[in-house]
């Protein structure tokens, strides 16, 4: 009697971009398969979902390696706490270093003066980098 291998037996893949990365690692650890992730900050997928996957969808053997990258969602910024009475300019330029877009408007007792009385979100606050900052100034 002879007896032929086929090889490995093949493994289909899905593509699990856009979908929870817990379900795909159990997934594909359950099919045998090699699993790494890392995660990086996005815009535009939900924390908790694969961004992208190495290799895609399609066949692959038990033991084979399958990358993923999962989303931490956005990345979030602190608002500054020291604001308050800080010159309109100084106050742009530390927002904009920071990533963030700056809006200016006159606060309800508007003076001439310059200075920044309040801003929105608060100080402390955590926001999306690149969120718009509202500061009021006197």
Do not use: C
């Given at each position: 009697?002879?007896?032929?291998?086929?090889?490995?037996?093949p493994?289909?893949?899905?593509?699990?971009?856009?979908?929870?990365?817990?379900?795909?690692?159990?997934?594909?650890?359950?099919?045998?398969?090699?699993?790494?992730?890392?995660?990086?900050?996005?815009?535009?997928?939900?924390?908790?979902?694969?961004?992208?996957?190495?290799?895609?969808?399609?066949?692959?053997?038990?033991?084979?390696?399958?990358?993923?990258?999962?989303?931490?969602?956005?990345?979030?910024?602190?608002?500054?706490?020291?604001l308050?009475?800080?010159?309109?300019?100084?106050?742009?330029?530390?927002?904009?270093?920071?990533?963030?877009?700056?809006?200016?408007?006159?606060?309800?007792?508007?003076?001439?003066?310059g200075?920044?009385?309040?801003?929105?979100?608060?100080?402390?606050?955590?926001?999306?980098?690149?969120?718009?900052?509202?500061?009021?100034?006197?």
């Amino acid at each position: 009697d002879l007896v032929v291998s086929r090889g490995p037996q093949p493994v289909h893949v899905a593509d699990w971009t856009g979908r929870s990365a817990a379900r795909a690692e159990h997934v594909l650890g359950r099919q045998q398969l090699d699993v790494h992730a890392s995660e990086q900050y996005s815009d535009q997928v939900p924390e908790g979902q694969v961004i992208s996957q190495d290799p895609g969808a399609g066949v692959l053997h038990h033991g084979d390696s399958v990358s993923l990258v999962v989303s931490r969602g956005p990345e979030l910024v602190q608002v500054p706490g020291n604001l308050r009475a800080m010159g309109v300019a100084a106050a742009t330029q530390l927002l904009e270093s920071l990533g963030f877009t700056v809006h200016v408007e006159h606060a309800d007792l508007y003076l001439g003066l310059g200075y920044v009385a309040s801003s929105s979100p608060s100080p402390g606050d955590r926001v999306p980098k690149g969120s718009t900052i509202t500061l009021r100034i006197v």
